[in-house]
């Protein structure tokens, strides 16, 4: 099993930044790649950003494509989301999570093939 901690979330205006960071911890080297998915109030989890350990290309959903940076320290085991021009339909709760399986591209945007999952921590943007 996969531990994993988000931080970095908090109140940012639009057009601001943040930078979400999550810690790996436990059987990390079952882990093949760490996503981070959001959910907003009322709404589904959606996928934000993926990223292999091994170093393929990161994947992203088209809202945040431009604007977020996925990123991974392998020697630290944690994987960074970089968050610019945010907008406050980018308030939600950010969960990091990890998969041992395999995916590329679209493949890793799938939520129910992820394993283990973060607390959550809160990025609100305010208009």
């Known amino acids: 099993q996969v531990q994993l901690v988000e931080s970095g979330g908090g109140l940012v205006q639009a057009g601001g930044s943040l930078r979400l960071s999550c810690a790996a911890s436990?059987?990390?080297?079952?882990?093949?790649?760490l996503g981070w998915f959001r959910q907003a109030p009322g709404k589904e989890r959606e996928f934000v950003a993926a990223?292999?350990?091994?170093?393929?290309?990161?994947y992203y959903a088209d809202s945040v494509k431009g604007r977020f940076t996925i990123s991974r320290d392998n020697a630290k085991n944690t994987v960074s989301l970089q968050m610019n021009s945010l907008k406050p339909e980018d308030t939600a709760v950010y969960y990091c999570s990890s998969r041992r399986g395999y995916c590329t591209g679209s493949w890793c945007a799938a939520s129910e093939s992820y394993d283990s999952w973060g607390q959550g921590t809160q990025v609100t943007v305010s208009s």
């Open positions: 990223i292999t350990w091994s170093g393929g290309v990161p």
């Open positions: 436990g059987r990390t080297s079952s882990s093949y790649a």
